[in-house]
């Protein structure tokens, strides 16, 4: 079993709607839960940052974070065409840096206009 | 765009070849960080480099070799190439070691025939 689960998708949903993306996980120890966005043919890049549990929001975009359930989710208002691409999920614990982040294999978005 | 220049962007080969894939970290940055993506794995740590020393190892194989010049650029050097090892692979730039954010480069698309 995977340290980090993520449905693969595709996620097909219309322009204006609100969509979920979830990540499930079964290290104790994670206290940092990012979100990344890499669009077909490019990078990863860093969307939403959450240390331990709670909910964060910029914009459109609310990440939340359920340590009791190992269960961390990223929303999306409004959704947009320009939201289309693979999200990743990312976790790791406290002071191990970088490179001890585990990624999900990513959920792939499809927003249609 | 990250600031992280990748080269190759594609690069296709035959078994058993050698190849050299470089990374130029954002301005003022320390770390590297190289990462292999696949379909099914995700993004995998192969290794980093701190001003020029190694820091980490991941889930690099003996055939992949690494190094991070004075000029801070690295070379992630791949050989006895098979077809398993056709990924994207990617690196990232950070400003210190033990930091949890890096941003990573557009990739190399390597293709092993």
């Known amino acids: 079993q995977k340290e980090v689960e993520q449905d693969p998708g595709p996620l097909s949903v219309p322009e204006g709607a609100i969509v979920s993306l979830n990540c499930t996980y079964s290290?104790?120890?994670?206290?940092?839960f990012m979100w990344y966005r890499q669009y077909s043919r490019k990078g990863p890049e860093l969307l939403m940052y959450?240390?331990?549990?709670g909910n964060k929001e910029d914009g459109r975009f609310t990440a939340q974070v359920d340590k009791s359930s190992k269960y961390i989710s990223l929303f999306i208002r409004d959704s947009q065409p320009s939201d289309s691409a693979t999200y990743l999920c990312?976790?790791?614990?406290?002071?191990?840096?970088?490179?001890?982040?585990?990624f999900g294999t990513g959920t792939r978005l499809l927003v249609s206009p | 765009d990250s600031g992280v220049t990748q080269t190759p962007k594609h690069l296709i080969t035959a078994t058993g070849q050698r190849v050299t894939l470089r990374c130029s970290p954002r301005?003022?940055?320390?770390?590297v960080y190289w990462y292999q993506q696949s379909l099914d794995q995700g993004l995998q740590f192969l290794i980093q480099?701190?001003?020029?020393?190694?820091?980490a190892k991941g889930n690099i194989l003996e055939r992949f070799s690494a190094q991070q010049f004075p000029d801070l650029h690295s070379e992630l050097n791949l050989s006895s190439l098979e077809l398993g090892d056709s990924a994207l692979y990617f690196c990232?730039?950070?400003?210190?070691?033990?930091?949890?954010?890096?941003?990573f480069g557009q990739g190399t698309r390597l293709t092993v025939v």
């Open positions: 990232a730039s950070s400003v210190a070691t033990g930091v949890t954010e890096a941003f």
């Open positions: 290290n104790s120890a994670f206290q940092y």
């Open positions: 959450t240390y331990s549990s």
């Open positions: 990312a976790m790791s614990a406290s002071g191990t840096g970088f490179q001890k982040l585990v």
């Open positions: 301005s003022g940055d320390l770390s």
């Open positions: 480099y701190y001003n020029g020393e190694e820091r």
